[in-house]
T-cell receptor, first 113, second 115 residues
Framework: AQSVTQPDIHITVSEGASLELRCNYSYGATPYLFWYVQSPGQGLQLLLKYFSGDTLVQGIKGFEAEFKRSQSSFNLRKPSVHWSDAAEYFCAGRQTSYDKVIFGPGTSLSVIP | KAGVTQTPRYLIKTRGQQVTLSCSPISGHRSVSWYQQTPGQGLQFLFEYFSETQRNKGNFPGRFSGRQFSNSRSEMNVSTLELGDSALYLC??????????????FGPGTRLTVL
């Protein structure tokens, strides 16, 4: 079955440190992949998306993600975390443009000063 | 360009009542999808509407229904509310053309509390 998993439920990093949030997918072929961020009580904001081509994708707020077919992963990275990055992060994917989007369980990020 | 708007933002209802939530998509977007978000189940897909027709459906009971109007605005209705229906209901809009780059953009959500 198609799925998106995020192995880390919660991550804490120090402000200014680098960040990597993990995402693994289970699809038969190269899926369409997304990362969203959700602040408390708010909707989801799109950070970046991957459809094809260059496997390193740049997004908003200084985030990037790398698609690795061999590892079925689409990890989100940021070189230097800011306190305002504390939020819930969701990885999502779909097999084709006709399929519904499947969301991972989310990773909660805390940032300590 | 205005984003996705949802009304109301907060609702309190009692068991057995029914509720209607509204979503206005981004201008030019013809697809509206609805999701339920709870701490235990995460984000779960309810249904998608495109051009006033339900195009995709998740695994929710018939108490959950929706519709879409000719201006692409959408409503979802939950009848005979249960305590477990307490959740954040999110609406997402997209072009809906099913092109490879079609992307969902989310509204702020409606927080429903069932007492």
């Amino acid at each position: 079955a198609q799925s998106v998993t995020q192995p880390d439920i919660h991550i804490t990093v120090s402000e200014g440190a680098s960040l990597e949030l993990r995402c693994n997918y289970s699809y038969g072929a190269t899926p369409y992949l997304f990362w969203y961020v959700q602040s408390p009580g708010q909707g989801l904001q799109l950070l970046l998306k991957y459809f094809s081509g260059d496997t390193l994708v740049q997004g908003i707020k200084g985030f990037e993600a790398e698609f690795k077919r061999s590892q079925s992963s689409f990890n989100l990275r940021k070189p230097s975390v800011h306190w305002s990055d504390a939020a819930e992060y969701f990885c999502a994917g779909r097999q084709t443009s006709y399929d519904k989007v499947i969301f991972g369980p989310g990773t909660s990020l805390s940032v300590i000063p | 360009k205005a984003g996705v708007t949802q009304t109301p933002r907060y609702l309190i209802k009692t068991r057995g009542q029914q509720v209607t939530l509204s979503c206005s998509p981004i201008s030019g977007h013809r697809s509206v999808s609805w999701y339920q978000q709870t701490p235990g189940q995460g984000l779960q897909f309810l249904f998608e509407y495109f051009s006033e027709t339900q195009r995709n459906k998740g695994n929710f009971p018939g108490r959950f229904s929706g519709r879409q109007f000719s201006n692409s605005r959408s409503e979802m209705n939950v009848s005979t509310l249960e305590l477990g229906d307490s959740a954040l209901y999110l609406c997402a809009s997209s072009r809906g053309d099913r092109g490879n780059t079609d992307t969902q953009y989310f509204g702020p959500g409606t927080r429903l509390t069932v007492l």
